[in-house]
C-alpha cells in the first residue's frame, strides 16, 4: 500500500510540474513531454531524462517478463495451457519455458514498425484482459457468496475500476475500431491452441506422439520438470 500511494503521489507531482513549467500548447505539440521539460529546466543536463526513462522502461519490461510467464505458469497448472508450461527449472526453480514464451511472444510483437499502433494493440488487449479478471470478483460474490476468501475487498473498489476499464476500452474501439478489431484478433488466437492442446483429448496417435517428443525435448535442453499442484 506503502508502495502504490507513492508512486501515485510521484506520477501526479510530476504531472503538476510538465502542466505548472509547459503551457498547453506545448504540452500537446511534444513528442517527448519529459524530454521537452529537461530542456527547459535542465539546460545541457537534460539527457539525463532519457537515461532514466530507458532505466524506467528496462525495470517495467523486466517485471512484466517475471509477471507474465508467472501467469502462463498458473494458467498451465489450472489446465488452461499446455502442460509444458507447467515446468520449472530444476537448479534455477523458475518456469523457464513460460519465460521463453513471453519472450517470443514480445520478440514477435517487435516485428511491427509502427511503435504507436503496436501500443494501441497491446494496451487494448491488456486493459480488455484485465477489466475480464477483474469482473471475476463482483460476479464470484454473487454466485459464489460462501466461497472461501483469505482476502476480501469491498465491491466499491472492483466496480469503479471495471467502470474505468470499459471507458478505457469502449473509447479506443470508437475511435480506433481497425486497431481494436486486431487487438481482438490477436486475443482470439489463443482459441485454437486452447482446442488443440488443452480441449483435444482424443488426438490421434502421430499428433500425441510428436506433442510428446516435443515436450522431452524441451526437458533435456532447460532441464526442466513438472511440478506437483497443491491441492
Not at 57 to 81: C, D, K, P
Not at 136 to 159: E, G, H, S
Not at 205 to 214: F, G, R, S
Request: net charge positive; proline share 6%.
Amino acid at each position: 500500500a506503502i508502495s502504490c500511494i507513492a508512486v501515485l503521489f510521484i506520477y501526479v507531482l510530476t504531472i503538476i510540474a510538465f502542466h505548472t513549467t509547459l503551457s498547453r500548447p506545448e504540452v500537446l505539440g511534444s513528442e517527448a513531454v519529459a524530454v521537452t521539460f529537461a530542456n527547459r529546466l535542465y539546460g545541457k543536463m537534460a539527457w539525463i531524462i532519457p537515461i532514466f526513462v530507458a532505466c524506467s522502461t528496462f525495470g517495467a519490461v523486466n517485471g512484466t517478463l517475471l509477471t507474465s510467464s508467472r501467469l502462463f505458469y498458473a494458467g498451465a497448472r489450472e489446465g488452461q495451457m499446455p502442460g509444458v508450461l507447467t515446468m520449472i527449472q530444476i537448479e534455477r526453480t523458475t518456469p523457464v519455458p513460460s519465460v521463453l514464451c513471453i519472450t517470443v511472444l514480445s520478440l514477435l510483437y517487435l516485428t511491427s514498425s509502427n511503435i504507436s499502433v503496436l501500443m494501441n494493440y497491446l494496451g487494448f488487449t491488456t486493459w480488455l484482459s484485465i477489466g475480464a479478471a477483474v469482473f471475476c470478483l463482483p460476479y464470484l460474490r454473487w454466485k459464489q457468496p460462501n466461497l472461501a476468501r483469505p482476502i476480501k475487498v469491498n465491491l466499491i473498489f472492483p466496480v469503479l475500476y471495471l467502470a474505468m476499464t470499459v471507458a478505457i476500452t469502449l473509447l479506443p474501439m470508437i475511435a480506433q475500431p481497425v486497431e481494436t478489431g486486431i487487438g481482438l484478433c490477436m486475443i482470439l488466437t489463443a482459441v485454437p491452441v486452447y482446442l488443440i492442446f488443452i480441449k483435444w483429448k482424443n488426438k490421434p496417435k502421430v499428433v500425441a506422439k510428436c506433442t510428446d517428443y516435443l515436450t522431452q525435448q524441451i526437458q533435456k535442453l532447460f532441464i526442466v520438470l513438472p511440478t506437483e499442484k497443491d491441492d
